[in-house]
């Protein structure tokens, strides 16, 4: 198996595509996630865009320290979208009835998959299921939630009372219990995969998945002592605003929540791993192998894989001297998408001026320089169905320079109004806009001497990064050319947060 990119491929989905049953043996197992996800308490799982969510779904399939677990891997939310919606829509008038409503759906088909993985195994079991399909699970989820469109939809549009009875019903009953009995023995983990894109007004789909985060918390506190493990992947785009309107008790709901937060050290052997993954595949290039690494060690890791490739310091675009791990860091918002795609348009670089495996400061320069465009369309398509013409909206950032006073966004703020849905703009909800995104953060330090400007961001965050008229604020280096940042400062900017880790990235740079 010949592995075509040098760091891999950008998302887990097109790596499933291309090595299919050899994708287990690409997937790097010493992130801190793997552990995470496999503790019985931990359900809720949180990430932006590219943070690894649908990677930590399939890494289910084939992990090993749960013997004997079969995994249900909800993978495809898109194909049971729609009909979702419309459930969640017609399930009743009154917002709490809907929402218990939804959650009682919910339940019918986790069990419903539950079942059918386990049909072979008890004959109660079986004759419980309401549909069977040689399908996904997630068409599966499709033609149930369509059967009970036809059944209990009424001539008002609502969905009938009868359905609690149905989804209670005493064969549904008494096999869950046969179920319990076998999932003791040998565990079933159910991944879901929510949709990663959808507009925060679509009040039904919120509903829906605010509806599926609570009951993946009942299954959780009732059924995962006995070997029913619901994993729920919700997308950190809109997981503030369903936990801020629309999961009903928030306390009791999201109870240890794990955000895909990544630390620049599982970064950076996440990468280096996959490269010397590519030396020993590749004939040609298998002398640069390393097999004395201790992937344990980022240190160590750093020092045989990264440095002898990358360098250890190079001359950034303001001709100071950088090291080169940080420097590529720092123009991504920490997801491991963002790194590889950049990691890999370097070594494109490197490749094509006879280079590689060796990248030079030009490569590295000129690589991230046009990748970094890329990355802040990207995230800005993210978050088009949070904020409307958020595109436009930003836009009002541009030729701003690279460090300001927060007042300074209120000031430019009123442009966007015309943009904003109607009712929705205000300097606040502007100030709003840009922390959430990730693109303006509250300077934390300022060290003339390093030339280093720390700062926090709200995506490294596990609540929300709120700007006042009073902070000192700087723009993400990612959006720096995307914006005609002015860089008004011969200052390196580190979107970092206040973390050992990073603090460790800081002392190196000082050293040197």
């Excluded at 790097?28 to 496999?38: C, D």
Aim: proline share 5%; charged share 25%; net charge neutral.
């Amino acid at each position: 198996m010949t592995i075509q990119q040098p760091f891999g491929e950008e998302c887990c989905e097109a790596e499933v595509k291309v090595f299919r049953e050899s994708y287990q043996n690409l997937y790097f197992l010493k992130t801190p996630f793997n552990e995470l996800a496999l503790q019985s308490r931990n359900y809720l799982f949180i990430g932006r865009r590219g943070s690894g969510k649908t990677s930590l779904a399939h890494y289910f399939t084939f992990q090993n320290s749960l013997p004997s677990a079969k995994c249900i891997d909800v993978d495809e939310p898109k194909v049971y979208e729609k009909v979702l919606t419309k459930i969640a829509e017609r399930a009743s008038t009154m917002p709490d009835l809907a929402m218990s409503r939804v959650v009682a759906i919910w339940d019918f088909l986790i069990w419903s998959l539950i079942f059918d993985e386990l049909c072979e195994e008890d004959p109660v079991i079986n004759s419980a299921r309401k549909l069977t399909t040689p399908d996904k699970a997630s068409s599966l989820i499709r033609d149930l939630l369509k059967q009970l469109l036809s059944k209990f939809l009424c001539d008002d549009g609502e969905l009938s009372d009868d359905l609690e009875e149905f989804l209670v019903s005493g064969p549904f009953s008494e096999a869950k219990n046969r179920a319990v009995k076998i999932t003791n023995r040998k565990p079933v983990i159910i991944a879901i995969d929510s949709l990663e894109k959808y507009s925060i007004e679509n009040q039904p789909m919120m509903c829906a998945i605010a509806a599926l985060v609570e009951s993946a918390s009942n299954f959780n506190r009732s059924y995962a002592h006995v070997g029913i493990h619901v994993k729920v992947f919700i997308s950190a785009e809109v997981f503030p605003h369903l936990e801020e309107s629309e999961i009903s008790n928030p306390s009791k709901y999201i109870r240890h929540p794990v955000y895909l937060h990544w630390r620049p050290k599982d970064l950076m052997r996440l990468v280096s791993w996959r490269l010397n993954e590519f030396f020993r595949r590749d004939p040609k290039f298998n002398s640069y192998c390393r097999d004395d690494v201790d992937w344990d060690s980022p240190g160590e890791v750093l020092e045989k894989v990264w440095n002898p490739h990358f360098g250890t310091h190079f001359f950034n675009g303001l001709d100071l001297c950088e090291a080169t791990f940080p420097y590529v860091l720092r123009h991504t918002q920490l997801r491991p998408r963002q790194f590889v795609i950049l990691c890999n348009h370097i070594a494109d670089k490197a490749i094509k001026s006879e280079e590689f495996p060796r990248f030079s400061n030009v490569a590295i320069l000129e690589s991230i320089r046009k990748q970094e465009i890329r990355l802040a369309g990207e995230l800005l398509n993210s978050y088009s169905k949070v904020f409307p013409n958020v595109a436009n909206i930003v836009s009002a950032l541009e030729r701003f320079p690279m460090v300001f006073d927060a007042k300074k966004l209120d000031r430019m703020s009123s442009s966007t109004a015309s943009q904003w849905p109607s009712g929705d703009y205000s300097p606040y909800q502007f100030r709003r806009l840009v922390a959430e995104l990730g693109i303006v953060g509250r300077i934390r330090s300022w060290d003339n001497e390093s030339k280093i400007i720390t700062a926090d961001f709200e995506y490294a965050l596990e609540d929300r990064l709120t700007l006042t008229s009073k902070d000192k604020c700087v723009i993400h280096p990612m959006f720096f050319e995307k914006l005609s940042i002015e860089k008004s400062h011969k200052m390196i900017i580190y979107p970092f947060p206040n973390h050992p880790d990073f603090k460790q990235i800081m002392e190196s740079m000082k050293n040197d």
